[in-house]
């Protein structure tokens, strides 16, 4: 390892076989960090394990090997954390420094169904000396860590979030279908379909939920479809809607906050219709828009279908993901 180089040892644990997109996120990230010509490994409760649903190579190992068995050097060594794990920072690997994958702001202050941690503590903990980045995947939480938590904005990196834009792109025949995910808000997205189901418009349409689908499943379905309904929130990026997006959806529903940049982008060709949260007739409103443009300009909505794809395809990319995390990289020594 030349003087230069870092190893980033990325936690990713507890192993989770089932679709979670932070988790494909995080291989994404260690191939972006080997790309910028740094080592970097996932630590994993198995270092066999796999979550199976994506494809992914990067280097792996067990957590008890991990801790017991590497020798730290801080020049070198720097630990990457979600920001899940904010707690445990003065007890994982003492004297290394840290940078916070922060994926969704508004898990900061805890996740959904557990206790709220102490406000103050946490903004206490985002400034402790060994964390010495806090990288986030979108526009909205760069703000909420640096305007809202006040911190310096040397220490605050956007990180792109790169798709995978050779399989994620329009392909096929586009039929009369929504497409949606029920795990998040589950409540929501069945009051919803059971309103769209008694519109008499709605009726040459049909439903798709994508459950306990392989990736590449996802994908089909997403390009088959001409409508992505979101029921994604809190986000801190919107992964799904993107993805959909890539692949010449529609989309309408939450934007989570942090998708609000791909939901504008969206707007700009008529194809991005956020709804309050909560607002059930706001989805059905946003169809049926896109139902009437459907049958009043077919040929012209399928353009800029394929025009929003070809934008969004441009932008969050593999190669400029791997720009932003260098830039990263790059300041860490820089940080006070």
């Given at each position: ?35 910028c010509g740094h080592r970097a490994v996932l630590v994993q409760e198995s270092a066999d394990f796999h979550p199976g649903w994506f494809q992914s190579q990067v280097s792996t190992i067990a957590r008890a090997d991990w801790i017991k068995g590497t020798q730290f050097t801080p020049q070198r060594d720097v630990v990457i954390v979600a920001e899940t794990f904010l707690p445990l920072i003065p007890k994982l690997v003492p004297g290394v420094p840290k940078v916070l994958f922060n994926q969704n702001g508004a898990y900061s202050f ?227």
């Amino acid at each position: 390892m030349s003087r230069s180089e870092r190893c980033f040892w990325i936690a990713c644990y507890p192993d989770l076989p089932r679709p979670i997109g932070g988790v494909k996120q995080m291989h994404r990230l260690a191939e972006a960090i080997e790309a910028c010509g740094h080592r970097a490994v996932l630590v994993q409760e198995s270092a066999d394990f796999h979550p199976g649903w994506f494809q992914s190579q990067v280097s792996t190992i067990a957590r008890a090997d991990w801790i017991k068995g590497t020798q730290f050097t801080p020049q070198r060594d720097v630990v990457i954390v979600a920001e899940t794990f904010l707690p445990l920072i003065p007890k994982l690997v003492p004297g290394v420094p840290k940078v916070l994958f922060n994926q969704n702001g508004a898990y900061s202050f805890g996740v959904p169904g557990k206790p709220l941690l102490a406000p103050q503590q946490v903004l206490a903990m985002y400034r402790h000396q060994e964390l010495r980045q806090i990288w986030c995947v979108s526009e909205h939480d760069r703000r909420l860590l640096s305007l809202g938590f006040g911190l310096h904005t040397n220490r605050v990196r956007r990180i792109v979030n790169g798709l995978e834009t050779e399989h994620l792109k329009p392909s096929g025949r586009k039929k009369r279908q929504v497409v949606y995910m029920p795990r998040k808000n589950n409540a929501d997205a069945e009051v919803v379909m059971a309103l769209l189901q008694q519109q008499p418009w709605f009726k040459d349409w049909s439903l798709l939920p994508i459950r306990n689908c392989s990736h590449a499943e996802v994908v089909q379905a997403l390009q088959q479809s001409l409508v992505f309904l979101s029921f994604g929130h809190p986000e801190g990026f919107g992964l799904p809607v993107a993805e959909a997006l890539a692949c010449g959806c529609a989309v309408v529903g939450y934007s989570g906050l942090g998708g609000r940049e791909l939901f504008a982008l969206a707007g700009g060709y008529g194809l991005g219709i956020e709804v309050a949260f909560g607002d059930w007739l706001g989805f059905i409103d946003g169809v049926q828009q896109l139902d009437q443009r459907l049958r009043q300009r077919k040929d012209d909505l399928l353009h800029q279908l394929q025009a929003m794809s070809d934008e969004l395809r441009q932008r969050y990319t593999a190669v400029a993901m791997q720009r932003s995390v260098a830039a990263a990289i790059r300041q860490l020594d820089e940080v006070p």
